[in-house]
């Protein structure tokens, strides 16, 4: 079945810098990436997600991009805030439930 | 608001009691789903409900029950649990077109369970 990684688990950046995470995924054929913002209290937020057909995708401050052939994505931050301090989980499917990485929690310092 | 909601928000039960979690969602979608949320752990699938019907159980023990009495509603009945299974229980939900999901899960804010 699908495995994915997902690095750093933990990030603390400075505002205004950029943030990078990062996910491997063992399925070649999946075909689905999601990612996922958790903030405290609350269940995970879909915030962005791309499929395999694409290479990248950009919404304002976030971007996702795909590697098929390496088999890895990875979630891009621009400009961080205070308020994009959370736990950003990735998450792999082939037309099967999603498998989710352990997530990463990202420090915005203010 | 993500259109999945779930009640209680946090529940406290002793090993012998039984207790149920619900959620609703009024996205219109098809599919609905449990998840296990530990400390440190990756996000853990329980059971899957495809219009109505079970389609997965991920070996989960028999003390955790599902329920799906339609599309818009599913239970989690809770009995002789264990400390361990204190945890962030989350439920979720999707369309599923045919063969394929659009996979595009919403989840709810999660029920906060403790099992003393």
């Known amino acids: 079945g699908e495995n994915v990684e997902q690095h750093p688990s933990t990030l603390s950046v400075q505002e205004g810098d950029s943030a990078v995470i990062k996910c491997t995924y063992s399925?070649?054929?999946?075909?689905?990436f999601p990612w996922y913002k958790q903030e405290l209290g609350k269940g995970p937020q879909l915030i962005i997600d791309?499929?395999?057909?694409?290479g990248e995708k950009k919404d304002q401050r976030i971007a996702v991009t795909l590697n098929k052939t390496a088999k890895h994505f990875s979630l891009h931050i621009t400009e961080t805030q205070p308020e994009d301090s959370a736990v950003y989980f990735c998450?792999?499917?082939?037309?099967?439930?999603?498998?989710f990485g352990k997530g990463t929690r990202l420090s915005v310092i203010a | 608001e993500t259109g999945v909601t779930q009640t209680p928000r946090h529940l406290v039960m002793g090993m012998t009691n039984k207790k149920s979690l619900k959620c609703e969602q009024h996205?219109?979608?098809?599919?609905m789903y449990w998840y296990k949320q530990s400390a440190k752990k990756p996000l853990e699938l329980m059971f899957v409900?495809?219009?109505?019907?079970?389609?997965e159980n991920n070996s989960v023990p028999s003390r955790f029950s599902p329920e799906c009495p339609n599309s818009s509603h599913l239970f989690l009945h809770l009995h002789t649990l264990q400390p361990e299974d204190s945890a962030l229980y989350l439920c979720?939900?999707?369309?599923?077109?045919?063969?394929?999901?659009?996979?595009?899960?919403?989840f709810g804010p999660g029920t906060r369970l403790t099992v003393t």
């Open positions: 979720a939900s999707s369309q599923v077109v045919g063969a394929e999901s659009s996979y595009e899960q919403y």
């Open positions: 399925d070649s054929a999946s075909n689905y």
């Open positions: 791309i499929r395999s057909n694409v």
């Open positions: 998450a792999a499917s082939n037309n099967t439930p999603l498998v």
């Open positions: 996205l219109g979608h098809n599919a």
């Open positions: 409900y495809n219009f109505k019907e079970q389609t």
